[in-house]
């Protein structure tokens, strides 16, 4: 009786409504069974997808996961061959050095054709093998541009390789400049202000090319020709070489 009164009700509210609005009506219940519709259709696609990718999720993740490893795998030997290439080009420095500045006697770095030089950076790489680049200013103009901190460039001339002392770092010293030029005074007595003189007597054979030989490795570690004069007593000839450095103590200085 429920069903036949609730039907008879709608049937006479149906009658009291106009057509348009019957119509109306009509169209909101057909959307809203269509997007019910929909709504199934999406899920029902949802789930044939699901079960249509399930056998090929597992290989795709392996595959994705090996890409991955391979990718890590170059980029890790490529870091690896980095590393080894920077040894080899810093055991490569080291030797060449080494070569330049064979042993603790100053060398002039000019004569060798160095025009500028980065120290500060070569310690930092020498202290590795327990080793440090040294230098100092002398009268010669054979100046290098040597970067001896880290914003700080001077002009260096004579360079030798020391062993580093235990407990220091990389970080080279910074020698004291050269005293500066009175005013008033030219260059060459200014020269003489400050500098220590070293001087060496050494005979020549009087043949060209030997004497060359001769005096090569003296110019290489600084010293610079005063004089050639014969000796009356043995009719030889001997060179007179000066050269000159900055003190390294206050103690040397004053003496």
Excluded at 61 to 70: C, N, P, V
Excluded at 212 to 233: C, D, K, S
């Amino acid at each position: 009786m429920d069903e036949e009164a609730q039907a008879a009700r709608a049937q006479a509210v149906l009658q009291q409504l106009s057509p348009d609005q019957v119509v109306a009506i009509h169209h909101v219940v057909r959307q809203q069974l269509l997007a019910d519709l929909h709504e199934e259709a999406v899920q029902v696609a949802r789930e044939a997808v699901e079960q249509a990718w399930a056998p090929h999720r597992e290989p795709l993740r392996q595959e994705l996961r090996a890409e991955d490893d391979a990718r890590l795998s170059t980029v890790t030997r490529e870091r690896d061959e980095a590393r080894n290439d920077r040894a080899l080009a810093q055991q490569l420095l080291v030797s060449l050095l080494r070569q330049l500045l064979p042993g603790r006697e100053p060398v002039y770095l000019f004569s060798l054709g160095v025009r500028e030089l980065d120290a500060y950076r070569l310690n930092q790489v020498l202290a590795g093998y327990a080793l440090r680049l040294r230098s100092r200013r002398t009268a010669s103009e054979r100046q290098v541009k040597a970067r001896v901190g880290e914003r700080a460039w001077e002009r260096r001339s004579l360079f030798w390789l020391e062993p580093l002392p235990v407990g220091e770092g990389a970080v080279p010293e910074l020698t004291r400049a050269a005293p500066e030029e009175p005013s008033g005074q030219g260059k060459g007595e200014s020269m003489t202000t400050g500098w220590m003189w070293d001087y060496q007597v050494v005979e020549l054979s009087g043949v060209p090319e030997e004497d060359e030989a001769t005096l090569n490795p003296y110019g290489l570690i600084g010293y610079e020709l005063v004089a050639v004069t014969p000796v009356a007593a043995t009719g030889r000839l001997v060179a007179y070489l000066k050269r000159g450095t900055l003190p390294e103590s206050e103690a040397e200085e004053r003496a």
